[in-house]
């Protein structure tokens, strides 16, 4: 399969004004539904109530999540504690809390089992804008660096491309926990990190390869140059991707609850990261002008 790919021979600068346009229509799109119909935070980042359970016997997540359920109560997170009888959970601020008394309320859908409670928080929505806003941050700091980094280690205009294809990301797995009314908690922002890491190692190698073939293959186009550096770099960066892939889809069936957003986020941002390093950031390279050495 390496070998089919090391021998494969596409002509991404030819058709580079079609992968661009999907993406900016994508891009759109998903900051059309960030602006507009926002996101379905979870208590990390709005306010509602983390409480940890000590069961005498063994009881299962969905027996507790249908419990719930038939109470009207959707929104929660549920995951086992240390053992399989003691659990943690998390839930929104709900109309019925108010109420009624979340004490009260636990005993009420709980009055078949004998339990205790360990733990029992309020998040308020004050401390979740503040999550929110550190969260913000912290994204702009990392892009903001790592076009510092770049500009250091290549120059200026691979700095911009790999922003660029970093906003990319980050705007497009964003749009789709916003489109699909996702729960986004402070897993997901964990997950929208690690996949700027990971996009932009998977970017670095590419313009490692240009920066070098800039240099030696002087008889070829800049945009030729492009095409042979994709290339070359192409079974990598889908290798790596595919066994990163793997593990996050390991975690989507057998993780549970406790990581579901964040392999979800993984997923996502794997996909459209590895699409953005063949795509976008080499191809944004020809939209800003780069030059050949000579050229300089």
Same mark, same amino acid.
């Given at each position: ?7 494969i ?23 059309? %539904?960030i ?9 990390d980042? &709005? ?6 359970? /000590?069961? @005498?016997?063994?009881?299962?997540i $969905? ?5 719930? &359920?038939?109470? *009207?109560?959707? #929104? ?6 240390? %053992? %399989?009888?003691d ?5 929104? @601020?709900?109309e019925?809390f /108010?109420? *009624? ?5 636990? *005993?009420?859908?709980? &009055?078949d ?8 928080e309020?998040?308020?929505?004050? $401390? ?10 912290a ?5 903001? +660096?790592?076009l ?12 911009l ?7 990319? @990301?980050v ?8 489109l699909?009314? !996702? ?6 922002l964990a997950?929208i990190l690690?996949?700027?890491?990971? &996009? !932009?190692? #998977?970017s670095?190698?590419?313009?490692d390869?240009?920066?070098e073939n800039n ?8 945009? #030729?140059?492009? #095409? /042979?550096?994709? *290339?070359?770099?192409? %079974? ?13 889809? +390991? ?8 990581v579901?957003?964040?392999s ?8 459209v990261g ?8 080499s ?14």
């Amino acid at each position: 399969m390496l070998r089919l790919i090391k021998d494969i021979d596409i002509k991404f600068m030819a058709i580079r004004r079609i992968p661009m346009f999907l993406s900016s229509i994508l891009v759109v799109i998903c900051l059309a %539904s960030i602006l507009l119909k926002g996101f379905n935070f979870g208590i990390d980042f &709005s306010s509602g109530y983390i409480v940890q359970l /000590k069961f @005498d016997k063994q009881i299962s997540i $969905v027996n507790i999540e249908n419990k719930f &359920s038939e109470s *009207n109560i959707e #929104d929660i997170t549920v995951q086992l504690y240390g %053992s %399989s009888k003691d659990v943690l959970i998390k839930l929104k @601020d709900e109309e019925i809390f /108010k109420k *009624n008394n979340i004490n009260n309320f636990l *005993n009420d859908i709980f &009055s078949d089992e004998s339990f205790t409670i360990s733990k029992l928080e309020y998040v308020g929505a004050q $401390v979740g804008s503040e999550l929110r806003e550190k969260g913000e941050w912290a994204m702009l700091i990392a892009l903001f +660096s790592i076009l510092i980094y770049v500009a250091i280690r290549f120059e200026l205009i691979y700095g911009l491309g790999a922003i660029t294809a970093l906003i990319h @990301d980050v705007i497009i797995t964003l749009g789709v926990f916003s489109l699909f009314e !996702l729960t986004f908690d402070l897993s997901v922002l964990a997950a929208i990190l690690a996949v700027i890491g990971y &996009s !932009l190692n #998977d970017s670095i190698v590419v313009f490692d390869r240009i920066r070098e073939n800039n240099i030696i293959l002087r008889k070829l186009s800049i945009l #030729d140059v492009l #095409d /042979k550096s994709i *290339n070359q770099t192409l %079974s990598r960066t889908l290798v790596t991707s595919l066994t990163t892939l793997l593990v996050i889809i +390991s975690l989507l069936i057998f993780g549970g609850d406790a990581v579901k957003n964040f392999s979800i986020a993984m997923f996502i941002g794997i996909i459209v990261g590895t699409y953005s390093s063949i795509f976008v950031a080499s191809t944004s390279l020809s939209y800003f002008g780069i030059q050949r050495p000579e050229d300089s």
